[in-house]
């Protein structure tokens, strides 16, 4: 995410005495038009014309800040919320995507509040299509917490291309008796990063223990009260200049307390091609199969190409096609979603 | 809306490098203090002293920037949210006033998002009572949208004074089956600007045809679910110098499917009188008339006088006055609002 | 509340035009981890550990700008919200905490909105443990408002030390008939602060008369739709360099229509040690007893002690433990509270 020019005005232009300091401004607009298609065996199908936010990315509006404490250690900041800009909401500006203060120095950084999980960082650092939001993507995602409240996050320094870091979330949903636990999540990640090569390893693992599930919307409520949902990713790509291959394979395993273990094996791959001018294409491939007790579920198919042509280094205008099938194993029904979508992204 | 000193400074005092990029964070504070009155017939009056936001003008705060894209092309965006300056809630600090991106240059401007609709501002640019919220106006908007959702809108060139716009809302609420088309929202104007004279046609159409109604709290809600609303308006003012003269007339029309069409006209008329020193006076009248099929149903009748001494150029203290009466044709039951306030509007 | 650094940028470096105005962007991010605990007799105990955000003062953003009118006077505004940085919601970004606009001058200063009430700044101003969220204190609130809606806020220039505020809010939940009348809550203070001594009274009185209460959250909603409520505080704290001494008294009195009254009888006590290097340590004592028609019905007491040790002027870490015992008088039922974390905060 780019500083506002605020920000970098204030450092940059207005004297050495403001280099100790910045609070920015920040944000992205992104909106898309585009067409909308749902298919359903035996239902039958029905497309519509919408006009969205957030197309290849959501889009945002933050505050953040960093201040020299000297030796090297920052005090640092972030609040950062979405947007839904064509209907100006925005998660009641909650800062629902990032809100967290610590401090960075020598020995990696520490970040206290809502962080974005080391996991989702590895799983966003290499993906097919850009990592826009219409990628294909595995889709299979197990009520999946991306920024989890109440967390401590280390991030570790860069050693010579590898870098990792750990988080914990507290549930802080306890019961009285003292028997019980709270809830807790687990996520750390250890990258490369090195000239054309990326890669890393994440694990996360998200435990329901007490009666207020961490994720109360998540697909342990209509199982059980409890349980443990663990993902495990490795992901990566390689920028060979005339193209770039990404991919990556993934496990989700949901395991509710008394019923059966639900797998999600997963991987996907593609394609970024650079034709110069500020233009480029990205195409994706995705499969996720589901399973419990070695018998399958359901199969999911996803396809994305997407094209994007840069107006300036903050904003790009882009098209993009994005299919997925899920099948429903044994009974022959399917479920078809197509997009196709226009759009421009403006980042402030 | 002007733009803060904060944009401004770094635009103009910190150096052609910034010049580029900006933006801006800008708002309006406006709380007032006043009496209101409610005198409804055979029920009796009711009077209350207030503290209240956005006597003369919505109080808001947004965000708002722009990119020099090169040959004169530029990248846009603006989230703007209202303010209740009284109590402190701030629309959820949901934009709900305008959120949008887009481009413009040579060939106008385009806006993708929740801008205002052309019809709004051609109703905006000259009314009775400096256009504040206090105006006469007309009362009757039957489900008016101002600023919708899911929009696309073209502002075209200025061409020696005429200028015009069009808006094209996606209502994005069609029913599954695909006989069913989603409701949609038309919007355009044409105006013209130059020396003393400010004149504009503009014409909007609300059609609500899916299940879900654009504005569900609208008058079609108790009629019908589907339906169309249009508003014709046009609308003026001549500058004399000593006086200013500003008047426009409104035709609304609902036309509810399976139910009679009911149909409000309406004109307003005022003076605005600058008195030197920063003082300036402005009355306003205006009358609407409800009928259906021939038979009156209601006539509305508003007066308003407001004063405001100018502090500076982005802040200045105000008085209002404004009564309305509405009278139920053929009853002889009437509604009687009155409203006396003082307070002060600061632009930042 | 320090400005934040953009706004000082502008005025500070980029010279004399930018001196007329500023809005600045500011705020306050606090975080800490730690242990609560709560003990009922007869109930048993139950303790936890959280991540949670304001353990020393409330996680705040705002905004605020002053434009100086000529001749002295200035137009002000603010609007300021809680935070929680622990999850990221923001009151909604409704300015829940601050949310005002107004004139100063050398006639003192007018504040219209939703400001502090004089009451609430006399009792911030000298509080023991650093007057963090986890000082003892008094606990005894009995439906207290520290910034009320709709309210009409005057403070006076300083005179050699001297200084008063009086603040009258609006309840503006006046019923139909023309017989009631509106809820108001009346706030005034009067303070002493030079060199070493900083000295207050306050009283504050909150009126119920409406049907719906100011505060529909109070006390009073259990016992009667109406009353009144006031505080009477003396506050005040001696800086002896090597050790300030603080401490106050203050009485509330909650009168609801057709029920006996209830008094708490408050007071606390505190010293700070200033150690160097950035280092201070703060201890507090707090002792409240409610009686009602001569009989005692509970005792409170709280303890707290604080450390903080500052990274910057705008930074700093800090532990705190704070322990409350509530005595059911005639029961022998306690409830016992207690806390420990350490966290940091960061202002901006």
Known sequence: MKKSLIALAVLGTCGAAMAQSSVSLYGMADVWVGRVKTDITGVGSASETVLESGGFNTSR???????????????????????????????????????????S?????????????????????????????????????????????????????????FSGAFAYSLGED??????????????????????????GFAHQ?????GLNGIDSTGILTGLAATGKTTYNLL???????????????????????????????????????????????????????LESGGTDLSKTTGFSIGAKYALSKRTFTYAAFNRTKAEIIGTGAEVKNTLFGVGIQHNF
Chains 1, 2, 3 share one sequence.
């Open 61 to 103: 509006l933050g505050f953040k800040g960093s201040e020299d404490l000297g030796g090297g250690l920052k005090a640092n900041f972030n609040l950062e919320g979405a947007l839904a800009m064509d209907n100006g909401t925005a998660g009641g500006l909650s800062f629902n995507r990032q809100s967290w203060v610590g401090l």
């Open 105 to 161: 120095g020598g020995f990696g950084e520490i970040q206290l509040g809502k962080p974005w999980t080391p996991y989702d960082d590895t799983r966003s650092m290499a993906n097919d299509t850009f990592n826009a939001n219409f990628a294909s993507s595995w889709t299979t995602w197990l009520g999946y917490e991306d920024n989890p409240n109440n967390t401590i996050r280390y991030n570790s320094p860069n050693f010579g291309g």
């Open 174 to 199: 306890r019961a009285s008796s003292p028997n019980n636990k709270a809830s807790n999540l687990v996520s750390f990640s250890l990258n490369y990063a090195n000239g054309p090569i990326v890669a």
């Open 205 to 209: 693992s998200q435990k329901v223990e």
């Open 235 to 289: 992901n990566g790509s390689y920028d060979f200049g005339v193209v770039k291959l990404v991919g990556g394979v993934n496990q989700a395993k949901v395991q509710p307390d008394g019923f059966a273990d639900v797998k999600a094996n997963e991987f996907n791959i593609g394609v970024d091609v650079p034709l110069g001018a500020g233009f480029d294409i990205g195409v994706g491939v995705a499969r996720s199969k």
